[in-house]
């Protein structure tokens, strides 16, 4: 297996963790627009750092291509 097919298997994966991260923090938005419950430190924290590794992975694979 070539460097560029490993590469493009761990990204694909990582892709896959991140949109299964990313229906938590839809989850806990609901929550918060349909409850009225409060949002906390952690959920922002949660938020920034899901959304973050996002990013990294979309930097990643747009310069990978």
């Known amino acids: ?6 590469a493009k298997e761990r990204l694909a ?6 949109v299964s991260s990313v229906n ?4 806990d938005s ?11 430190l952690r959920y922002l924290f949660a938020s920034i750092a ?7 992975v979309v930097i990643e694979k747009n310069s990978a291509s």
Do not use: K, Q, W
């Open 1 to 6: 297996m070539s460097f560029d097919e490993l």
């Open 13 to 18: 994966r990582a892709v896959g963790i991140n």
């Open 24 to 27: 938590e923090i839809a989850a």
């Open 30 to 40: 609901r929550r918060i627009l349909l409850l009225g419950e409060p949002i906390t």
């Open 50 to 56: 899901v959304l973050g590794g996002i990013a990294l």
